[in-house]
């Protein structure tokens, strides 16, 4: 047992992790993941609302591209929503009153000529069965008496037809028309928000890429944000000392400036072994194999990219 011992102390001192005084160390640092926010459209950036270094609270605006041409759209958009929605509601309602009014005074004339040929066919006919007038007469008041009442029987059936909404392709193809005019104007609305966007969350300003009155490309990030809850610690770990440090398991963290009792929970192991990075300045782990391990901190610590820590080892 003393050989196994003294072997991995000699393993741990070569690879500059410990020594008699306490457990292991992995020699690590601070690695953040940062939220690159751009904009969907190209612009000139007309504002810019945070600065290097500080910390926006979630819903702070964080840069406007210029939105003139956007605006007129959405106006028009907006526009052309009101239009298909009073189309469709006059589908819906048939005739206006005045519209009604019209007809129903061109049947009271109608009614009333029909009345008239009514009562000329009626004496005509009496006069003909008396041989006082002459077939022709009576053969003209017939035409006149069955044109005025076709004519009746064409305004009642209009005056029908006005208080009738449009046929129901016509409502259907009036409602499809708005549902993509709701969409169109649903797009340019989304689109101008994105042009503004806000903070998603609580976070530290990293850096801003652009300076106002400058042209900004498509999908180009204008911020980048650091939120707490997405630093993560990275260490490099020994292959004779991966088992201490299994994915869930939970170790002790130090560094300069970070608080007491300070813990990393593992929450990735590499499945490949590399050198150590030249950012871990230890002497005696340069040139070493060891295996990359990921660590989500205990607490959403405010800790700066490359900051370096250890992490203890403990069995």
């Not at 041409?69 to 189309?87: F, I, M, V």
Request: glycine share 6%; with cysteine.
């Amino acid at each position: 047992m003393s050989g196994w011992t003294d072997w991995l102390g000699a393993v741990l001192l070569a690879f500059g992790l410990g020594g008699p005084s306490g457990p292991p160390v992995a020699h690590g640092y601070v690695e953040g993941e940062y939220l690159r926010i751009a904009a969907p459209v190209a612009g000139t950036l007309d504002r810019l609302a945070v600065a290097r270094g500080q910390r926006v609270a979630p819903g702070a605006p964080l840069f406007a591209i210029d939105r003139t041409s956007a605006l007129a759209e959405r106006e028009r958009l907006a526009a052309a929503l009101a239009q298909a929605r009073a189309q469709l509601a006059d589908l819906a309602t048939g005739k206006r009153p005045e519209e009604v009014a019209v007809i129903a005074a061109q049947k009271a004339q109608a009614e009333a000529a029909l009345r008239y040929s009514s009562a000329e066919l009626e004496r005509q006919a009496t006069l003909v069965a008396r041989k006082v007038s002459s077939p022709d007469k009576l053969d003209s008041a017939r035409a006149a008496h069955d044109r005025d009442r076709a004519r009746l029987a064409e305004l009642q059936a209009q005056l029908s037809v006005a208080a009738l909404a449009a046929r129901r392709e016509q409502i259907r193809a009036a409602q499809e028309g708005v549902a993509q005019a709701q969409a169109a104007l649903a797009q340019a609305e989304r689109r101008l928000e994105e042009m503004a966007p806000f903070a998603p969350a609580e976070a530290l300003v990293e850096d801003t890429l652009y300076n106002p009155g400058e042209w900004v490309p498509a999908g180009s990030p204008v911020v980048s944000l650091l939120p707490p809850e997405r630093v993560k610690l990275v260490a490099f770990v020994p292959e004779p000392l991966l088992g201490r440090a299994g994915p869930g398991a939970t170790l002790r963290v130090r560094c300069d400036g970070c608080p007491e009792r300070l813990s990393g929970r593992v929450t990735r192991v590499s499945s490949r072994a590399e050198y150590t990075p030249p950012v871990i300045y230890s002497v005696g782990s340069r040139e070493k194999l060891v295996f990359r391990i990921e660590l989500a901190p205990s607490d959403p610590v405010r800790l700066p990219p490359g900051l370096p820590v250890d992490v203890e080892l403990a069995p």
